[in-house]
Nanobody, 122 residues
Framework: QERPVESGGGSAQAGGSLRLSCAVPRHNGNNYCMGWFRQGSGKEREPVAT????????WYSESVKGRFTLSRDSNKNALHLLMNNLKPEDTDMYYC???????????????WGQGTQVTVSS
């Protein structure tokens, strides 16, 4: 496994929930960032929720704070994003990324998944 693999995307009604999962490959290094990003057509890729391997501090974008929950399964190398109270504005391609020294900058991540589509209908 050379790159993260996302799953769990799909369609949901506004107010509904989806749970994204990511199989995260092991990499060299002890302390680094991993997280979820999203990108819509014609827009820049933006961070949604990130965490660190040491300490486990979690950062959320303001737009998802209070609705999304990031969790990490260390022994299974899995990263999850529980998305509650979905809104149409959450519609995007969601990507899992790992191995960065600066958590909120997409350009600094070394490994990316292929993405999973999330579509929320009103």
């Amino acid at each position: 496994q050379e790159r993260p693999v996302e799953s769990g995307g799909g369609s949901a009604q506004a107010g509904g929930s989806l749970r994204l999962s990511c199989a995260v490959p092991r990499h060299n290094g002890n302390n680094y960032c991993m997280g979820w990003f999203r990108q819509g057509s014609g827009k820049e890729r933006e961070p949604v929720a990130t965490t660190t391997t040491i300490g486990g501090s979690i950062w959320y974008s303001e737009s998802v704070k209070g609705r999304f929950t990031l969790s990490r399964d260390s022994n299974k190398n899995a990263l999850h994003l529980l998305m509650n109270n979905l809104k149409p504005e959450d519609t995007d391609m969601y990507y899992c990324a790992t191995h960065s020294n600066y958590c909120q900058r997409p350009g600094l991540y070394e490994y990316w998944g292929q993405g999973t589509q999330v579509t929320v209908s009103s």
